[in-house]
């Protein structure tokens, strides 16, 4: 192994659960606003998760005062505080872009039952 994947391995944060396009998630962010750092809740559904090493991020979509946001988040960000996962999805696709286009009751997903 060489020197940088060393690095990479140090700083991967294996205390993220995990969890795939279609889950509903709550992200707990932490932001810094001049001295003062406070954590801020982010929920809403992951349309995407890129894969990889220490480069792995997701997307979280929410809709806020009838406004589609989306935040893309690094896994193993520091600033990432702790991910808890609310509802699994059931969902065919690994990118679940068609969301935007939906409004509505149409915009939900099923949930995946578990036995």
């Known amino acids: 192994m060489n020197v940088i994947e060393t690095l990479e391995n140090e700083q991967m944060r294996f205390d993220i659960p995990d969890f795939k396009a279609g889950d509903t998630v709550k992200v707990h962010a932490r932001i810094k606003e001049g001295e003062k750092e406070r954590i801020q809740v982010f929920q809403g559904v992951v349309i995407r998760r890129r894969k ?6 997701f997307t979280v979509r929410k809709v806020s005062y009838g406004i589609g946001v989306e935040r893309i988040f690094p896994v193993h960000s520091p600033f990432v505080d702790k991910v808890e996962i609310l509802t699994r999805g059931k969902v065919n696709q690994g990118r679940i872009y068609y969301l935007r286009k939906l409004r509505g009751k149409a915009a939900r997903i099923k949930e995946k039952r578990t036995l």
Do not use: L, M, P, S
Not at 52 to 57: N, S
């Open 52 to 57: 990889g090493k220490i480069g792995a991020t």
